[in-house]
């Protein structure tokens, strides 16, 4: 059925031969739900290690920078990955590109659960990062494919709202299974969970029709990068809108675990709450997003006007969190995520710029710049940390910690900067 409604829309079949269109709720239900669980997946590996970082530093004896390295290396094998799968998505679809990676997310969970020193840590990270790499794009992509336009930022925010589930299981969950099965049972666990997510997309997830596919060999695709790379739009807004997505990443990611302890005091079933908060939060923000942005739009607001306010808000929580203004941890750690979730709907406001056919690398080009500045970032904030010698219960200063807050505030800052003063000429 979805098939020929898709051949209805291109022109592949006439008007009297169509089956009639599938509602929003089996749209829903065969392509946001299934693929929702590949891109949970995404948000458990990217935020477990919150979690489990104080014991890996204990268990193989990790410096700061080496933790900043085992983050990171997930985002460098993540941003190296959106050329090939933006290129991949296009030309084959969510459903191929996302089954074949969820075995890849399996192959790299056991790696890292057998691992026995930070080069296997390391190689397991690498390979999750390849397998995590199509999950957030295959859904937008899918997105813009199936559903109404009025309807895509609304369902774009339901996705993520669905796929912010696996952060919530990387937090008092992960640490009860962690404490139950040890952290390596934890991605034995991970690797039975994706190669079930791999069966239920091949099974249900339609194909993608021929008219909304690319053809093009890798000089072509390099030659649609470098046009979509140099667009006056991605330009302007790219980097105001990935820095929001670029705090989720970093913090949740990894060091909002160690800050949880070194900073706030907190121990693991005390980190594991504040993470869980931190979970809701973002799952929050991420099931509104749409709809408010939605709601703006139609009222007669710009349709930047909710991601400049967020960004405004996300600065003010660096400065707080950077001099201890006794913000409530819960409510800070909270909101942190509340407002830096509508980082996907300007996603959909750049690649909506572009034709259908080529939102898979339009998406994985924003998706690529943003994972090059989590690793940076990831690793810069391990190599501050390092500047100042360990405490006596081998934590990092925090002073280290708020150096780092406050250089993140001055490249969202810079951002709105280029936002406003950039002027966007012509395509």
Not at 49 to 64: D, G, N, R, Y
């Amino acid at each position: 059925m979805l098939r020929r409604v898709a051949e209805l829309r291109t022109g592949g079949v006439s008007e009297q031969d169509a089956s009639p269109p599938p509602t929003l709720g089996r749209l829903f239900a065969t392509i946001t739900l299934p693929l929702s669980a590949g891109a949970a997946l995404n948000q458990l590996n990217r935020a477990v290690t919150a979690v489990i970082a104080p014991v890996l530093a204990e268990v193989f004896a990790l410096s700061a920078s080496d933790l900043g390295l085992m983050g990171a290396v997930l985002f460098a094998s993540y941003a190296l990955a959106q050329l090939p799968v933006g290129a991949a998505l296009d030309r084959y679809g969510p459903r191929r590109v996302q089954t074949a990676l969820m075995g890849v997310i399996a192959v790299g969970s056991l790696v890292f659960a057998a691992a026995g020193g930070l080069p296997q840590l390391l190689a397991g990270r690498i390979l999750l990062g390849i397998g995590i790499s199509a999950a957030l794009m295959a859904q937008l992509k899918a997105t813009r494919q199936w559903f109404p336009p009025e309807r895509i930022a609304t369902v774009a925010g339901w996705a993520v709202a669905i796929s912010s589930l696996g952060g919530i299981i990387a937090t008092v969950p992960a640490e009860w299974a962690a404490a139950t099965l040890g952290w390596r049972g934890v991605f034995v666990a991970v690797a039975v969970v994706a190669l079930l997510s791999a069966v239920w997309i091949w099974l249900v997830v339609p194909d993608v029709p021929a008219p909304h596919t690319s053809r093009g060999g890798l000089a072509a695709e390099l030659a649609t990068l470098g046009r979509i790379l140099r667009h006056p739009a991605f330009v302007r807004f790219v980097p105001c809108v990935i820095l929001l997505s670029v705090l989720n990443f970093t913090w949740q990611g990894l060091w909002l675990g160690p800050w949880l302890r070194d900073v706030a005091g907190l121990d693991g079933p005390g980190r594991a709450q504040v993470l869980l908060i931190y979970a809701l939060g973002f799952t929050a923000g991420s099931f509104l997003s749409g709809i408010v942005q939605a709601r703006l739009v139609a009222a007669g607001f710009h349709p930047l006007t909710m991601i400049v306010g967020c960004t405004l808000g996300t600065i003010a929580l660096h400065l707080g969190f950077a001099f201890d203004t006794g913000l409530p941890l819960w409510l800070g750690w909270a909101l942190w995520p509340f407002l830096a979730s509508v980082g996907p709907v300007g996603y959909t406001l750049v690649s909506a710029r572009f034709p259908g056919s080529e939102t898979g690398r339009v998406s994985t080009a924003i998706n690529g710049v943003m994972l090059a500045i989590v690793f940076t970032e990831q690793q810069g904030i391990g190599l501050i940390l390092d500047l100042w010698p360990r405490t006596g219960d081998g934590g990092w200063d925090p002073r280290g910690y708020s150096v780092a807050l406050l250089i993140s505030a001055a490249l969202q800052v810079a951002g709105l900067l280029w936002l406003f003063l950039r002027r966007e000429r012509q395509a």
